[in-house]
């Protein structure tokens, strides 16, 4: 075994060292060797090399008639530059266009660069192994919008810049973020622990508490986190970008009878849709224990006496039924997160890419992008109707850009298609709204621009142990702060419980990992 095993020592060792010899110009790139070993021995490496993140493209800039040659360095090609040829080869009413893309100076022979063009109305892709000017060429435009638009702002160009094998690998680590199996769930966790410096320590078993339901009141948040399957993986990225360490949110009510509820926006009917949900709390319960097969960890985070008192449990109970049954509030979901031109996008994301992606969804599924983001980007333009192109249009007419669209706060009474638009956060928070938690400032707080993380550093919870109800953490010779209910790992919620409310608040908060800095007052 071992002298059959020494020339891949050998081989391994080599490239290895040859990976950390960055001044030496080789006729090959070892890194583009690895996947020639055997599995064992070149994932581990490619593992150290590429990560998930690695799979979204980077902006490199737009070609256009108006503006010179775009130039950049690739991550196979050194000296690139592109430039946007008009034509009418087509002899169309608008005709089409070339973009002219010239690449040299590789480091070495054996890799290549992908690239990404992308407009309002279309998505394609190239890739380039040879060092020499090529061309992508594009027929026909779509009509006078995108002729118009291209005139104006051109192609805009993105590079994988991990290469062909880098997002390979990227896509190898993506896909099992949403896996419901224990690779899937070992994923996740890496995932944060990698992008987020989150820690997963083992709590002492048993890993669900037996739950007395009589200290239980009205208000108490839930706090749950989600870490495999379809629902865990949706949770990873959406921690990622929010800072949030818990993924989504339910809220515990008592009726006149002093029956225990829950209700939840993001709770699926029996038709699969995801809804706004009021459930006994014996049901919610069994069901996460028993039948959630995410592996949820949920906290009990107990308001304080004092916000206890302020809650009027009949205003909060006219909001619950009055948003039962209705979707769950996509529409705004994804602008709770975006607050700033350029300070809420992780590297390499940012408005461009944003764009980018909405454009190839707006083309795979049309009404899931209008129930995503089409009506709000309606709503902060003050028009109606405008589907995405045209939407990338009008910005451009008025002067303004995309980035600048997306960070247009989130309004509470924006009313649309299908209602009141409300995720599972901002459910809860326009309920603690209705009952006078955010008294006497509730006019200048708009819930819909809070996130998760935004929600649980709010000065409304307990802050003494000695209230805690009897069983809270009983288990565990780490008393945290709140009420862990399930879960094998120990939920960390960073900031919790730490701001007061104050008028337009979150409206224009950053979040940059992995520290998440948040100025004062934003």
Known sequence: MAASSSPCVFFTTTLLLLLSISSVKLPFHPRD????????????????????????????????VKNDAVEWKGACFYENK?????????????????????????HSWTCMDIYVFVTPYRVTWDWYFASREHTMEFKEWEGKAEYEYVKQKGVSIFLMEAGMLGTLRALWDVFPLFTNTGWGENSNI????????????????????????????????????????????????????????AGHTAVCLRDS????W???????????????????????????????????????????????AKFNVTAAWEYARSMDGKPYGYHNLIFSWIDTISGNYPPPLDAHLVASVMTVWSKIQPDYAANMWNEAL????????????????????RGSSFDELLAVPEQDDWIYSDGKSTSCIA????????????????????????????????????????????????????????????????????????????????????????????????
């Not at 060797?33 to 581990?44: A, D, G, H, M």
């Open 82 to 106: 592109a430039w946007l040829e008009l034509n009418n080869k087509s002899g169309s009413e608008f005709g089409g266009g070339t973009l002219h893309i010239k690449v040299d100076k590789a």
């Open 378 to 397: 309606n709503k902060r333009l003050g028009t109606e109707g405008l589907d995405l192109p045209d939407v990338l249009v009008e910005v451009e007419k």
């Open 190 to 245: 890496a995932f944060l622990k990698n992008h987020m410096g989150a820690n997963f320590y083992a709590r002492p078993k048993p890993w669900v508490t037996n739950i007395t339901t009589d200290e239980i009141h009205s208000g108490d948040l839930l706090a749950i986190s989600k870490i495999r399957g379809r629902w865990g993986g949706f949770e990873t990225l959406e921690k990622w970008v929010s800072g949030a360490y």
């Open 427 to 522: 459910f809860i928070l326009e309920m603690y709204k209705e009952a006078g938690l955010f008294d006497p400032i509730s006019s200048s707080i708009q819930v819909t621009e809070f996130t998760i993380k935004d929600a649980y550093m709010l000065k409304f919870f307990e802050n003494n142990a000695s209230r805690f109800p009897k069983w809270c953490n009983d288990n565990d010779d780490v008393k945290l702060p709140y009420c862990q209910i399930l879960g094998k790992y120990r939920m960390e919620l960073p900031g919790y419980n730490t701001m007061e409310p104050y008028p337009h608040m979150n409206e224009h908060c950053p979040s940059l990992p992995p520290k998440y800095h948040r100025p004062k007052n934003c």
């Open 262 to 308: 829950v209700g939840e926006s993001g709770n699926e009917n029996e038709k699969g849709e995801d809804v706004i949900a009021i459930l006994p709390w014996e049901e919610w319960w069994e069901f996460e224990q028993t039948k959630d097969d995410s592996n949820p960890h949920i906290a009990l985070l107990p308001l304080h006496p004092d916000y206890r």
């Open 33 to 64: 060797l690895l996947p020639l070993l055997p599995r064992q021995v070149s994932w581990p490496v490619l593992n150290s090399l590429n990560t998930a993140v690695d799979l979204l493209p980077t902006f490199i800039g737009s070609a256009s």
């Open 257 to 260: 009878e002093g029956k225990l």
